[in-house]
């Protein structure tokens, strides 16, 4: 193990209290993971990002037990919680498999929609999860005034940047004002659901990984991620099994600028900014997007 966080695993205790042994790092975008061996099978050792809030832990930890009693090959927790060296832990199983093939990616992106739709029907029979801790759906991002003054207060520092985003928030406020939201249902949601989080074994799904992102929403907030403004047959895909209503093909393209505007304002409130990647979304355009294709101006 050279990865530096390795170093600073607790490894005897670990043993000591599990009986596990760390085999290499798994690595992570926050939470950090490695395989680890116990007796003659793996595991995987979860470390959460230190500024996780405990509720958030308990969020993810309650869905995923939920989520596999529902009979999908997800990992759900083995042991933890736990706290060891001022920080939160978790034992999970392994899941094995590969990520579906992207050689055809139109394929890939059809059968992955699909998949996503069948998720969908049976997350929409979970009860009892609510929402995640300071997450919440684009109907109250859009009309967020915190928005309003942090754009203002950086048009001069970022004018061009901060122009894209004032005319993509306005036109997504028009575009959801005349959807009523508020009274849509909504589900849980995975949040991340790409090729890479996906494996498959035999040519079956054998297992649904990273629900970092997972939380309550509008169930075509699920394409944020997985569409990217571009991957058009993935909204197709789902189409086929599970048809969507007229009012969610008009918010898709809302619905995903609102998280981009989102995550801009949040670099805005923090002081920092990405690199380019946000502006470079808000304006992408697809014949999936109809009316909203209309490109920036």
Not at 149 to 167: A, D, G, M, T, V
Request: with cysteine.
């Amino acid at each position: 193990m050279s990865d530096r966080a390795d170093l600073a695993l607790p490894l005897d205790k670990l043993f000591e209290q599990f009986h596990i042994k760390v085999a290499c790092s798994l690595g992570g975008r926050l939470n950090q993971h490695w395989l680890v061996n116990f007796k003659n099978d793996h595991l995987v050792l979860r470390r959460w990002y230190k500024e996780t809030h405990l509720d958030e832990i308990d969020y993810e930890v309650k869905l995923l037990k939920s989520i596999a009693e529902l009979g999908w090959p997800v990992a759900s927790v083995i042991e933890g919680p736990f706290e060891m060296e001022g920080q939160i832990w978790g034992l999970f199983p392994y899941l094995y498999g590969e990520p579906p093939s992207v050689d055809n990616r139109a394929a890939e992106q059809r059968a992955r929609g699909r998949l996503m739709a069948q998720f969908h029907s049976d997350l929409g029979k979970l009860s009892g999860i609510g929402q995640r801790k300071d997450w919440r759906r684009c109907e109250e991002i859009l009309f967020d005034s915190e928005l309003d003054r942090l754009l203002s207060r950086n048009e001069k520092q970022r004018p061009e940047e901060i122009r894209i985003l004032w005319w993509h928030l306005e036109r997504a406020r028009r575009r959801v004002e005349e959807l009523k939201l508020h009274s849509r249902p909504g589900i849980v949601i995975h949040g991340d659901f790409t090729p890479w989080n996906l494996r498959f074994q035999d040519g079956k799904l054998s297992g649904i990984l990273d629900f970092e992102l997972a939380h309550w929403d509008h169930r075509v907030g699920d394409f944020a991620l997985s569409w990217r403004g571009k991957y058009d047959e993935v909204i197709y895909g789902y189409n086929e099994v599970s048809p969507l209503e007229l009012e969610e093909w008009e918010l898709i393209t809302p619905m995903w600028w609102a998280g981009l505007i989102e995550n801009a304002c949040r670099h805005l409130k923090e002081g920092t900014w990405d690199d380019g990647w946000i502006v470079r979304k808000l304006l992408e355009r697809s014949p999936l997007m109809g009316q909203d294709a209309v490109p920036f101006r």
